[in-house]
Nanobody
């Protein structure tokens, strides 16, 4: 059974930075995609970024391009989301998600594995 555990959320002022981590365990991750989604109160869960485990291909939502960077540490089975130039509209519960496939998708329903979420709050 896959376990995904997020950490690194918190409260930051607009323009600041945070780095989220997602530690994965419970399987081999050679053909796996890991993604970050976020959900703000009253809104649907939305795609943020994803990375393919083996090749390292990445994909970003337009709203975070140039500000967020997703990366992975294969030895630690951990994915990171470096978030810079944070804006109040980035405030949300951020989730790590995974799927067994080399293909990156942006639809949350196509990810069977989820973490518990970590809160990011950006003050203006």
């Amino acid at each position: 059974q896959v376990q995904l555990v997020e950490s690194g959320g918190g409260l930051v002022q607009a323009g600041g930075s945070l780095r989220l981590s997602c530690a994965a365990s419970g399987r081999t991750f050679s053909t796996y995609v890991m993604a970050w989604f976020r959900q703000a109160p009253g809104k649907e869960r939305e795609f943020v970024a994803a990375i393919s485990w083996r090749v390292g291909n990445t994909r970003y939502a337009d709203s975070v391009k140039g500000r967020f960077t997703i990366s992975r540490d294969n030895a630690k089975n951990t994915v990171y989301l470096q978030m810079n130039s944070l804006k109040p509209e980035d405030t949300a519960l951020f989730y790590c998600a995974g799927r067994e496939s080399p293909i990156i998708t942006t639809t949350p329903q196509q990810y069977p594995d989820w973490g518990q979420g970590t809160q990011v709050t950006v003050s203006s």
